[in-house]
């Protein structure tokens, strides 16, 4: 097989060969200059589409938490109202005792002024003498006892 140009080719058509063959170079760096910006434009868009799984993601996250928040929100207020009558318990609970402190006070109070005929006893006579109800309320003649400190 021959070509019928071959030998017809002249050195004019040197610098025709030359714009050939650098344009061939030049589709060569291009070709490749488009593969790396495709492939860096896959990349692009698998970030963004990453990025907006993300943001979906985020976005039910804050959702959840805010749920959550306000779930919390009730229980402190529930959790307010306990404390609230824990605190009062202790109070209440005090009041109480010194009332019953006071009503036993009391009542030995009567039966000791009962016990002495109805008069107040000095802490002398407590401490150092003997002391015996008086006739009127059942004293020595009436066979009841003497209370005696020594």
């Known amino acids: 097989m021959s070509f019928p140009h071959w030998g017809a080719i002249a050195w004019g058509d040197?610098?025709?060969?030359?714009?050939?063959?650098?344009?061939?170079?030049?589709?060569?760096?291009?070709?490749?200059?488009?593969?790396?910006?495709?492939?860096?434009?896959?990349?692009?868009?698998?970030?963004?589409?990453?990025?907006?799984?993300?943001?979906?993601?985020?976005?039910?996250?804050?959702?959840?938490?805010?749920?959550?928040?306000?779930?919390?929100?009730?229980?402190?207020?529930?959790?307010?109202?306990?404390l609230e009558l824990q605190r009062k318990d202790p109070e209440e609970s005090l009041d109480q005792r010194k009332r019953d402190a006071e009503e036993r006070d009391s009542a030995q109070a009567a039966m000791v002024t009962t016990w002495f005929g109805c008069r107040e006893i000095t802490i002398t006579e407590w401490a150092g003498q003997q002391i015996t109800r008086p006739e009127r309320c059942g004293g020595p003649s009436s066979g009841t006892r003497q209370i005696c400190r020594s």
């Open 14 to 82: 040197a610098p025709t060969w030359g714009l050939l063959i650098g344009a061939g170079i030049t589709a060569w760096y291009a070709r490749r200059a488009f593969g790396k910006q495709s492939e860096e434009l896959t990349a692009f868009k698998t970030e963004v589409q990453h990025g907006q799984t993300l943001i979906g993601q985020q976005s039910e996250l804050i959702k959840i938490q805010s749920g959550q928040l306000e779930e919390q929100r009730k229980l402190t207020t529930e959790q307010i109202g306990v």
